[in-house]
């Protein structure tokens, strides 16, 4: 175990505060038969990243947008309301929808990112002077896991093989790495606008509905992409996911990641213009309308 510690995890959380190392060994093992078996599942709190979607919705034979709406609840990751989602559970408790008494969880192969890395959490930083984030790991330790009484001792790295983590660290990282520029950044770049929180829902969790807006004029007339990658993008979730990451780069922090099209930020310039004084000539309606009410107020 590291000498390192975590420093701002509460004092009741059930994340310990060591800092594990890939090569870190714990002891752990969890198996159908053991006394705790599907505990777990009956206090899930799981928090889903763009692929555990794409996993899971693809498992149920959904599009993402009938998936979302099923088997998830939507909550605000930041004080800005950067948007999430979490697993739905059953209405009277924390048990996951997926959970069966007997057979265990019911999408095993296809179960999130968070079920897999369990009893271990991984904990992203990012410097706000560098552009590679970190990650860290620590223990979790509920009462009601057994796993940490088994004499199995097994690495981080071997935990993280075993259990499938790896393809969904790859195609979760920049969503990661997004969250933590938007965090690190903070009041450089501000409160993004509402519209930029719906493309942030739209492409990391709504897939198909992100194809949709692929395939409208509102993107072709802008951006600039070769048939053959457009096609990649349309017909394929991941590759989807891995543009949609580059684009909204663009989007939420203005990299120039995606090529636009001869005279698109013109023409776009030209069009914001007319829309922002439209918007300063409803706010101006507005102010006047909220004047008596202040005065009454006053009163
Ligand atoms: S998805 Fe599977 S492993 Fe994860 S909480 Fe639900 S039943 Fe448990
Ligand atoms: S050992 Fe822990 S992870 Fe495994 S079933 Fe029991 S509570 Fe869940």
């Given at each position: 175990?590291?000498?390192?510690e975590?420093?701002?995890?509460?004092?009741?959380?059930?994340?310990?505060?060591?800092?594990?190392?890939?090569?870190?060994?714990?002891?752990?093992?969890?198996?159908p038969?053991?006394?705790?078996?599907?505990?777990?599942?009956?206090?899930a709190?799981?928090?889903?990243?763009?692929?555990?979607?794409?996993?899971?919705?693809?498992?149920?034979?959904?599009?993402s947008?009938?998936?979302?709406?099923?088997?998830?609840?939507?909550?605000?990751?930041?004080?800005?309301?950067?948007?999430?989602?979490?697993?739905?559970?059953?209405?009277?408790?924390?048990?996951?929808?997926?959970?069966?008494?007997?057979?265990?969880?019911?999408?095993?192969?296809?179960?999130?990112?968070?079920?897999?890395?369990?009893?271990?959490?991984?904990?992203?930083?990012?410097?706000?002077?560098?552009?590679?984030?970190?990650?860290?790991?620590a223990?979790?330790?509920?009462?009601?896991?057994?796993?940490?009484?088994?004499t199995?001792?097994?690495?981080?790295?071997?935990?993280?093989?075993?259990?499938?983590?790896?393809?969904?660290d790859?195609?979760?990282r920049?969503?990661?790495?997004?969250?933590?520029?938007?965090?690190?950044?903070?009041?450089?770049?501000?409160?993004p606008?509402?519209?930029?929180?719906?493309?942030?829902?739209?492409v990391?969790?709504?897939?198909?509905r992100?194809?949709?807006?692929?395939?409208?004029?509102?993107?072709?007339?802008?951006?600039?992409?070769?048939?053959?990658?457009?096609?990649?993008?349309?017909?394929?979730?991941?590759?989807?996911l891995?543009?949609?990451?580059?684009?909204?780069?663009?989007?939420?922090?203005?990299?120039?990641?995606?090529?636009?099209?001869?005279?698109?930020?013109?023409?776009?310039m030209?069009?914001?213009?007319?829309?922002?004084?439209?918007?300063?000539k409803?706010?101006?309606?507005?102010?006047?309308?909220?004047?008596?009410?202040?005065?009454?107020?006053?009163?």
């Amino acid at each position: 175990m590291s000498n390192k510690e975590f420093k701002d995890i509460p004092f009741d959380s059930p994340v310990q505060p060591h800092q594990l190392q890939l090569n870190t060994r714990i002891a752990f093992n969890c198996y159908p038969g053991i006394s705790c078996f599907n505990a777990c599942c009956k206090q899930a709190d799981i928090t889903l990243a763009p692929y555990d979607i794409i996993r899971l919705k693809n498992r149920l034979g959904m599009t993402s947008t009938e998936f979302l709406k099923k088997h998830t609840v939507p909550f605000e990751m930041d004080a800005h309301g950067m948007p999430g989602v979490k697993m739905r559970t059953t209405d009277d408790e924390p048990v996951c929808l997926f959970m069966d008494e007997e057979k265990g969880c019911t999408v095993y192969e296809d179960r999130p990112s968070a079920c897999r890395y369990y009893p271990i959490a991984l904990l992203s930083s990012r410097k706000a002077d560098e552009y590679h984030d970190e990650q860290h790991y620590a223990l979790v330790e509920e009462p009601h896991c057994m796993g940490h009484k088994e004499t199995r001792e097994i690495s981080v790295a071997d935990y993280r093989r075993e259990q499938g983590v790896e393809e969904f660290d790859e195609l979760n990282r920049d969503y990661y790495r997004l969250i933590l520029k938007k965090k690190s950044t903070g009041p450089a770049v501000g409160k993004p606008s509402p519209t930029s929180f719906q493309f942030f829902f739209l492409v990391c969790y709504d897939t198909d509905r992100f194809k949709e807006f692929l395939n409208s004029s509102s993107f072709s007339n802008i951006y600039d992409v070769p048939q053959e990658e457009f096609e990649r993008i349309t017909n394929d979730d991941i590759e989807r996911l891995k543009f949609g990451y580059r684009l909204l780069k663009q989007v939420l922090f203005g990299e120039n990641s995606i090529p636009l099209k001869d005279g698109a930020y013109e023409k776009r310039m030209e069009e914001r213009k007319e829309i922002l004084e439209a918007r300063r000539k409803l706010e101006a309606e507005l102010a006047k309308q909220k004047e008596p009410f202040e005065d009454y107020i006053d009163d």
